[in-house]
């Protein structure tokens, strides 16, 4: 930036002898700003410099990617585990349960934990803001059955979810979660005390975080993880069963599962 220190050399001078100069003198040296200037904006020096500033300012634009490497370590006294919790793989879904795309899924994770032994499935939160306050008190209500109920009863909550919701934040009336967790057996005054309480919303915030941490942007979002080996392998949108189905049985033959 050698141009820049001349620059504000000259100015130091003009400024310093200001007062002794005639308008033929004032006008040459401000015609050497200006040629200065010039050539400091023509550098590519210069040019390098301003692009350099403008992609480091893009990239703190940047929300964060997250790495599947954050992906919070399964634990059977927080998680929702379906199948047996000691399978060697493990299917981590983060989802919505007003997602259209989730109900779907849902499905297809329901005929993969009904063939595969070698596999369990784990639910976590990951509402989406466009889908609220929906999708985010039908979590917490889940929440609340899986404390009174255990994980069975999450289980057969969220079924009922999926597959009575027409989805996409409205899908599920929030008069009806109190009816519906009576109706598997949950008592109703204890589950409306704790729907109330907001107790679980930061554990449904909490599942949320993790997911961005780890890279999910959208959902269902879905992660593999080879337990021994510690692999991780991101599964993106609403598969279909044929496509899960597909990598299970090629990991499980590769691993002699």
């Not at 820049?4 to 040459?28: G, R, W």
């Not at 023509?42 to 350099?52: H, L, T, Y």
């Not at 993880?225 to 598969?239: D, F, K, S």
Request: aromatic content about 10%.
């Amino acid at each position: 930036m050698r141009y820049l220190f001349i620059i504000l050399f000259t100015c130091i001078s003009v400024l310093s002898q200001a007062a002794n100069l005639d308008p033929e003198m004032e006008k040459l040296i401000q015609q050497r700003i200006d040629e200065r200037w010039q050539q400091l904006l023509e550098s590519d020096e210069f040019k390098n410099k301003v692009r350099e500033g403008i992609l480091a300012f893009i990239e703190e634009q940047k929300p964060d990617e997250g790495n599947p490497a954050n992906l919070r370590v399964v634990d059977p006294k927080t998680d929702h585990i379906k199948g047996d919790p000691k399978a060697p793989l493990t299917l981590v879904e983060y989802s919505d349960f007003e997602c259209p795309f989730c109900k779907r899924f849902h499905e297809t994770m329901v005929k993969v934990t009904g063939k595969y032994s070698q596999v369990n499935w784990v639910y976590r939160h990951f509402p989406l803001d466009m889908h609220n306050p929906g999708a985010q008190k039908e979590a917490e209500a889940s929440e609340c059955v899986a404390e009174l109920g255990g994980n069975d009863k999450f289980w057969e909550f969220a079924d009922a979810i999926y597959e009575r919701t027409r989805s996409n934040g409205h899908g599920f009336p929030l008069d009806q979660l109190a009816p519906l967790a009576k109706e598997i057996g949950i008592d109703g005054s204890a589950f409306q005390d704790c729907y109330d309480s907001g107790k679980y919303r930061q554990k449904v915030l909490d599942d949320t975080q993790n997911g961005m941490q780890a890279g999910v942007t959208g959902t269902p979002k879905t992660f593999l993880i080879h337990h021994e080996t510690g692999a991780v392998v991101p599964i993106n949108g609403a598969q279909p069963f044929e496509n899960i189905d597909k990598m299970l049985t090629e990991m499980i033959e590769k691993l002699n599962l």
